[in-house]
């Protein structure tokens, strides 16, 4: 097992990597601990669970709502949490966006930790001290910064994975690569058959580059106002293709990232080669490189992310394989290259 620190404002949080989620009363307090959960992990999972009182919520991102927080209040109510109450989140992205701000609103806040099951939890969505909820048709719109006790990424529940949300997973590793780690990028071309067929030491290895590079660039920037946002490399035009498409968010994050770099090499940044070896890779993955979204749907979706302020977009750009940064440009100007594409 490996263990990680992220020192949060009011915390700090381990990640443990390699960890069991039969081990996991290690890590908790006595008593008063509630797990909330999704209806896929606790149909594979719940014999494992600790024998503590489970709020389950349905599937997909459309549960990640204000509805379903309401939900769960009222069950914690019901079932009479305080704040000596412990929120343990068992699931994916969207169990752990949303028992992270459940946990950090509940009585004005409760301690929590999580048990990252998909690939992309892992990698990603437990690690950072984000959680939150979409509000209408804004993604993420609501929610806090706030890190957990502890992470902890069980590789053998990835088991259970179906392979479409192991390839979501690897969008996001890719996407590390991608910012900040060319050799991670090669390394990952060598290895892509291994790695997506779960070869452990693959895997196990990518997965603590992934964390390193997030756990990095957070302990930077923990409030998103700089360096923090190179992760979100191939979210604008991602986000914006989730929301409009209904697609799952590691292949909108691809399909993102694809344009992103595209963007780069239009503005001179990047070589048409890098782009092409991008594309390739992400294909390698059975992730999306290309799509037939209508331009204008996905320019008007833009408009709603939360991230622009005003015209103005942060926008992350590849300066080649394994080397990112932020430049302000126009919200017209994005508009321009997604409908010439
Ligand atoms: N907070 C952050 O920093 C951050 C970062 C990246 C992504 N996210 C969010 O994460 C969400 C996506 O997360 P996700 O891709 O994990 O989706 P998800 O939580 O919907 O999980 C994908 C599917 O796998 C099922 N599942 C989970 N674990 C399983 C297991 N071990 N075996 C079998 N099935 C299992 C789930 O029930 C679900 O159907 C998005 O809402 C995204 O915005 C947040
Ligand atoms: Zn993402």
């Known amino acids: 097992m490996k263990t990680f620190y992220i020192r ?11 960890e069991k989620i039969d081990n996991i009363k290690k890590y908790l307090p006595h008593k ?40 769960i209040y009222h ?14 989140g068992i699931g994916g992205g969207i169990v752990c966006d949303i ?3 459940v946990a950090s609103t509940y009585m004005r806040g409760v301690k929590f930790g999580f048990i990252a099951t998909t690939l992309l939890a892992q990698v990603d969505a437990s690690i950072g001290g984000k959680n939150g909820v979409n509000f209408n048709s804004y993604k993420n719109m609501i929610g806090v910064f706030s890190q957990p006790e502890f ?33 991670m990028f090669e ?20 997965i603590i580059d992934s964390i390193k590079i997030k756990i990095d660039i957070v302990q930077k920037d923990e409030k998103e106002t700089n360096k923090r946002q190179k992760l979100n490399f191939g979210h604008t035009i991602g986000h914006a293709l989730e929301k409009t498409a209904n697609i799952e968010h ?6 993102g990232m694809v344009q992103a770099a595209n963007f780069s090499y239009a503005k001179g940044f990047i070589s048409k080669k890098q782009c092409k070896q991008i594309a ?32 103005i977009i942060n926008f992350v750009f590849l300066k080649k394989i394994g080397a990112s940064f932020i430049k302000k440009i126009s919200l017209n100007d994005l508009s321009n290259f997604i409908k010439n594409q």
Do not use: M, W
């Open 8 to 18: 949060g404002k009011d915390r700090l949080s381990a990640i443990y990597v390699g």
């Open 32 to 71: 008063n601990i509630i797990i909330i959960t999704d209806e896929n992990v606790k149909k594979y999972y719940a014999s494992r669970f600790p024998d503590y009182p489970i709020i389950s919520i349905p599937l997909g991102e459309k549960t990640k709502n204000i509805s379903t927080l309401e939900t």
């Open 75 to 88: 069950k914690l109510i019901t079932i009479g949490a305080d704040r000596q109450t412990f929120i343990l």
């Open 99 to 101: 028992a992270g701000f």
């Open 151 to 183: 992470v902890i990424c069980d590789l053998s529940l990835l088991k259970t994975l179906p392979l479409k949300e192991i390839y979501n997973g690897f969008a996001e590793i890719i996407k590390y690569a991608l910012i900040e780690k060319q050799d």
């Open 187 to 206: 390394y990952i071309e060598s290895n892509f058959k291994k790695a997506i067929n779960l070869n452990h030491e693959i895997l196990i290895k990518l």
């Open 250 to 255: 590691g292949r909108a994050v691809s399909l």
């Open 280 to 311: 390739s890779l992400l294909n390698k993955l059975n992730l999306p490189v290309s799509h037939n979204i209508n331009g204008s749907l996905i320019i008007d979706a833009l408009k709603k992310d939360k991230k622009r302020h005003e015209e």
